[in-house]
């Protein structure tokens, strides 16, 4: 993310900047960890990004100023007062720059929550140079189930980690962007791993998994005999599905994103 000269003018600048600080290239001096639950009909992506050292010391003054009384010290209601601004320009700046994009166009995706928090290890005076470690989520809903041959785009923060987990039953045929690629599978899912390259984007195209295609075949044969097991079964079933059923809705926890402000002097 770049680093950038702000005048103290309140929190209508990040609005403006936030997509900024999103594309731009990271420092030395944060972690940024991506981690992308994708489902057949939605996904989330969770951020967890630690700031350190001088960046650190940045980041209080920044509360302190904009979301307290400028008295070098954070407190609790400053740090939740800082949240809560941030979380609805960060949700209105993700909206206005799409990040996700199904066969090439981001209409088929909708945020439907997004949230930011910022750690208490920001709290105490402001020239503390120990770390931050913040997180933010966002949530998505695709009117267009992904399935074989759907194309899913990404864009992150370049040279940031990347853990990308798929529905069960679905692998990835191709991936571009990915550097450092590595994969693997647990639960039922093939789970990829590596950075966002310099050019900030990763593109996949989804297959069905062959294991699951197996399955599928070997379950067609046997389904006289799963009819009547699901006739011998079906009291049982009707009277736990009330218990059990509920609205379905993208997994995972959060998406993280941050914004870095390098704040003027104070006079």
Same mark, same amino acid.
């Given at each position: ?38 489902? #057949?009909?939605?996904?989330? %992506? ?11 010391? /940045?980041? #209080? ?55 930011? %928090? /910022? ?9 503390k140079n120990s770390s931050i470690t913040n997180s933010a989520s966002v949530s998505y ?7 074989? @041959? ?18 069960? @039953?679905?692998?990835?045929? #191709?991936?571009?962007? /990915?550097? =450092? ?37 070997? @379950? ?15 009291? =049982? ?31």
């Amino acid at each position: 993310m770049r680093a950038y000269i702000l005048s103290l003018t309140g929190f209508l600048l990040i609005a403006l900047l936030m997509p900024a600080f999103l594309a731009g290239p990271c420092t030395a001096a944060f972690e940024l960890s991506n981690n992308i639950t994708l489902e #057949r009909d939605g996904m989330t %992506w969770e951020y967890q990004e630690q700031i350190t050292g001088n960046e650190a010391v /940045l980041f #209080r003054n920044f509360i302190d100023l904009q979301a307290g009384n400028d008295d070098n010290f954070v407190n609790a209601w400053e740090i939740l007062k800082a949240e809560t601004v941030l979380r609805d320009q960060m949700k209105e700046a993700v909206k206005t720059n799409p990040d996700v994009k199904l066969n090439g166009t981001s209409e088929p995706v909708k945020v439907t929550d997004v949230d930011f %928090w /910022l750690s208490k290890e920001a709290l105490g005076k402001v020239e503390k140079n120990s770390s931050i470690t913040n997180s933010a989520s966002v949530s998505y809903i695709f009117e267009k189930e992904t399935g074989q @041959g759907t194309e899913i785009w990404f864009m992150g923060t370049p040279n940031s980690g990347v853990t990308i987990t798929l529905p069960v @039953g679905l692998d990835v045929k #191709r991936a571009e962007g /990915l550097e =450092n690629k590595s994969q693997e599978s647990g639960n039922n899912r093939t789970v990829l791993k590596g950075n966002f390259g310099p050019q900030k984007n990763i593109t996949i195209w989804i297959s069905e998994n062959e294991n699951s295609k197996a399955g599928e075949q070997a @379950g067609e044969g046997n389904s006289e005999q799963d009819i009547e097991n699901k006739s011998e079964n079906a009291g =049982n079933k009707t009277e736990t599905a009330g218990k059990t059923a509920e609205a379905r809705k993208p997994s995972g926890s959060f998406k993280d994103i941050f914004a870095w402000f390098y704040l003027s002097p104070k006079s």
